[in-house]
């Protein structure tokens, strides 16, 4: 390789490296807020990972935060829809347990659109 090689080499490096780090970071203040009977019970930090268990009247609902996303992991409701939804990770998603009137929903400062056009 050549000298003028290696600067555009560096150039690139020092263009794409903090890009990287927006994209790696952006989920980075981004929280989960839980509801129960429309009521706020708790907030979750997406970027501590952790496993939650959440009982109201009406059943449970265990929550797990992995690498920025969340999801409903077990409950006994009996259509277990919420946790077929999966992990959620885009400002204002959400999984609903309608059975136990349960509610996760993310919060982020991103301003991501889901828009197809």
């Known amino acids: ?8 080499l560096a150039v690139i490096v020092i263009i794409l490296l903090p890009i990287a780090i927006l994209l790696l970071n952006s989920s980075k203040g981004a929280t989960a807020v839980v509801k129960s009977d429309g009521k706020v019970i708790d907030t979750l930090n997406l970027a501590i990972n952790g496993t ?32 077929n939804k999966g992990y959620i990770k885009r400002n204002n998603e959400s999984v609903i347990c309608l059975p136990h009137r349960f509610e996760v929903t993310v919060k982020s400062k991103d301003n991501e659109y889901d828009i197809i056009q």
């Open 52 to 83: 939650y268990t959440y009982k109201n009247d009406n059943g449970y609902n265990i929550v797990e935060v992995n690498d920025g996303k969340v999801r409903v992991t077990e409950a006994d409701c009996p259509n277990q829809d919420c946790v």
């Open 1 to 8: 390789m050549k000298k003028h090689d290696f600067i555009l």
